[in-house]
C-alpha cells in the first residue's frame, strides 16, 4: 500500500507549522522593539539629566562650529573652495537651534545629532591637511615669483631680448606679487557694535536710541593667517554718516579711533572703546575697521 499522499500531508502540516511559529515570532520581537523603543523614549523624557545633556551637546556643536568656521575662513583666504563646508557649518546651526527647542526634541533626534560627532572631527582633519596642501602651493608661488625676479632682472640686462617678453615675465611677476599680498592680509570678522550709555550699562544690537549710544566698543576677530607678517599693526576704525562724513572729535583726522595691536601668528581679538561727549545724530552709520592701509571689514548700525 502507498503511503505517499499521506507523508505530503504531514510535510505540509510541519511546514505550516514552522511558517506560523517564525511569524509569531517576528511579531513578538517587533512588539518587543516597539516596547522597548518606548520605554527608551520614557525614560528619556522623565530623565533628570537630560537638560544637562542637552547643553552639552549643544558646548559640543558650537565648538565644532566655530572650529569649522576658522577654517573656512582661512581656506577662503588661501584661495581654496568652501561650498560643501558652509553648508555643513550650517547644518549644525540648524541642529543647535532643534537643541534649543526642548519642548519638540526626543530621544532619537539627540542620538542622530550625538552620531555626527565623528563626521565633524573627520571634517576638521581633512580641512587641516587641505590647508597644509594650500600652504605648500603658497610656498611654491613664492619661489616662482622669486624665479620669476630672477628671470626679469637677467632679461632687462640683455640687450638683446625683446620688449615684449619682458613686459609679459613683468606682468606674470605683478599678479603673483598681488596674488601673495592679499593673501597675506589680516581680516576682521564678526564685528560687533555695543552701545554704552551714561550709567555704563551695555546694550548688544544692530540698532539703538541716541541716548543709549553716548559711546561706542567696537570688537572683532582677526583669524589667524599663516602668511601674515608677525609684527605690530595699527588698525583704525572709520565711522561714516548718511553722507559719507566720518564722524571724528578731530577735524583733521581721516579717522574716528585708532588703536595698536601686535599680530602673534594667531587667532586675536580686537576691542576698541570710543568715547563721545555729544549724542548721535539719527540714522545709519557705517563702521570701516583698517589693518594699516588696507580695509579689513565693515558692518553697520542704526540710530533711531
Known amino acids: 500500500m502507498n503511503n505517499t499522499p499521506n507523508t505530503n500531508v504531514h510535510k505540509q502540516t510541519v511546514l505550516f507549522a514552522i511558517i506560523s511559529l517564525l511569524v509569531m515570532a517576528v511579531i513578538v520581537l517587533g512588539l518587543y522593539a516597539y516596547s522597548l523603543q518606548n520605554k527608551v523614549e520614557e525614560a528619556w523624557e522623565t530623565n533628570e539629566d537630560k537638560d544637562e545633556k542637552l547643553v552639552l551637546l549643544h558646548q559640543q556643536l558650537d565648538s565644532f562650529q566655530i572650529e569649522l568656521t576658522q577654517r573656512m575662513l582661512y581656506i577662503k583666504q588661501l584661495g581654496g573652495k568652501t561650498d560643501s563646508l558652509e553648508i555643513m557649518i550650517s547644518q549644525i546651526q540648524q541642529d543647535k537651534n532643534e537643541l534649543v527647542a526642548k519642548n519638540q526634541f526626543n530621544y532619537r533626534r539627540y542620538i542622530e545629532i550625538k552620531a555626527k560627532k565623528q563626521q565633524y572631527i573627520a571634517e576638521i582633519q581633512l580641512r587641516d591637511e587641505e590647508i597644509e596642501l594650500l600652504i605648500t602651493e603658497n610656498k611654491k608661488l613664492k619661489k616662482q615669483?622669486?624665479?620669476?625676479?630672477?628671470d626679469?632682472?637677467?632679461?632687462?640686462?640683455?640687450?638683446?631680448?625683446?620688449?615684449?617678453?619682458i613686459d609679459s615675465l613683468q606682468s606674470?611677476?605683478?599678479?603673483?606679487?598681488?596674488?601673495?599680498?592679499?593673501?597675506?592680509?589680516?581680516?576682521a570678522y564678526h564685528i560687533n557694535i555695543e552701545a554704552i550709555n551714561k550709567r555704563g550699562k551695555i546694550r548688544q544690537d544692530t540698532r539703538y536710541r541716541s541716548k543709549q549710544a553716548m559711546n561706542l566698543r567696537i570688537t572683532y576677530l582677526?583669524?589667524?593667517?599663516?602668511?601674515a607678517e608677525e609684527k605690530n599693526y595699527q588698525t583704525t576704525i572709520k565711522i561714516k554718516n548718511a553722507e559719507g562724513k566720518i564722524i571724528s572729535q578731530y577735524p583733521a583726522e581721516k579717522y574716528t579711533v585708532a588703536h595698536n595691536f601686535a599680530y602673534k601668528g594667531n587667532d586675536t581679538e580686537i576691542e576698541i572703546l570710543y568715547e563721545r561727549e555729544?549724542?548721535?545724530?539719527k540714522g545709519i552709520y557705517l563702521v570701516e575697521v583698517y589693518i594699516?592701509?588696507?580695509k579689513a571689514g565693515s558692518t553697520t548700525f542704526e540710530i533711531y
Do not use: G, H, P
Open 292 to 294: 594699516d592701509d588696507y
Open 152 to 165: 626679469i632682472q637677467r632679461r632687462k640686462n640683455s640687450v638683446a631680448e625683446s620688449r615684449i617678453q
Open 172 to 187: 606674470l611677476q605683478d599678479k603673483a606679487n598681488k596674488r601673495l599680498e592679499q593673501a597675506s592680509r589680516l581680516k
Open 222 to 227: 582677526i583669524v589667524q593667517n599663516k602668511a
Open 278 to 281: 555729544e549724542r548721535f545724530d
Open 145 to 150: 615669483n622669486k624665479a620669476l625676479q630672477t
